[in-house]
């Protein structure tokens, strides 16, 4: 089955300590986002890439980078996680953008937390 | 500012309907998705919404009205399953997702 699978679905880090969260797709889209999202609170986009072309959300910390070295593969780097960084991190993809109704495939997300 | 408003937390009986609501207020507008996602786990996707009017599919429908800046989700014949939170999301003009903060939804037996 086509899906989106995010590695490990727990992670625990320490405070300061670089972490590296990782996602790939089998669906072959073209777009990949990288949501955190708190409990009880709305997912809040980090970045997201249409291919190659990277897009980086204004009230992105720049704590947190991404690479997307191909289609199917993309990461998320927390460089020094902090206390306030433990949340639910998603990945999910969309088969292009600029079309209101490509709806987002979510992988089961990442539980980080920071110690 | 863009916005999105639903209820926080609803509660109803297994076997029964709900009603979800979702007010918007945002740049622009593309569609509107409603998410379903459980306690620990990703969203998945239920509806999408462009045109005025209801959508049916199996026990949930989705209503919008564009002049209102107004859509709900409509659960019937509850399972205790359905319990989780729905969040309602809004494409604006420059085509980002808006999402609201979500509605938890507790079905009692």
């Known amino acids: 089955d086509a899906m989106v699978i995010q590695n490990p679905r727990y992670q625990v880090t320490q405070f300061g300590k670089p972490v590296t969260l990782s996602c790939s797709q089998t669906?072959?889209?073209?777009?990949m986002y990288w949501y955190q999202q708190k409990s009880s609170q709305a997912p809040k986009l980090l970045f997201h890439y249409y291919d190659k072309d990277f897009n980086n959300e204004a009230d992105t910390p720049d704590n947190f980078q991404s690479r997307r070295p191909n289609t199917s593969f993309c990461f998320l780097d927390i460089r020094s996680p902090g206390l306030g960084d433990a949340a639910m991190y998603l990945c999910?993809?969309?088969?292009?953008?600029?079309?209101?109704?490509?709806?987002?495939?979510f992988g089961p997300g990442t539980r980080l937390t920071v110690t | 500012g863009q916005n999105i408003d639903q209820p926080t937390e609803m509660t109803a009986t297994e076997g029964a309907i709900v009603q979800i609501n979702c007010t918007y207020q945002t740049s622009g507008f593309n569609g509107l998705f409603w998410y379903q996602q459980h306690a620990g786990e990703a969203p998945t996707f239920l509806s999408y919404n462009v045109l005025d009017g209801l959508e049916e599919k199996g026990r949930f429908s989705s209503f919008l009205s564009r002049s209102k800046g107004y859509s709900y989700l409509l659960l019937k014949e509850l399972q205790m399953k359905d319990s989780a939170s729905y969040l309602c999301?809004?494409?604006?003009?420059?085509?980002?997702?808006?999402w609201g903060a979500g509605t938890k939804l507790i079905i009692k037996p």
């Open positions: 999301a809004v494409v604006d003009s420059n085509y980002q997702l808006i």
């Open positions: 999910a993809t969309s088969r292009d953008r600029g079309s209101g109704k490509d709806e987002q495939y």
């Open positions: 669906l072959n889209h073209n777009v």
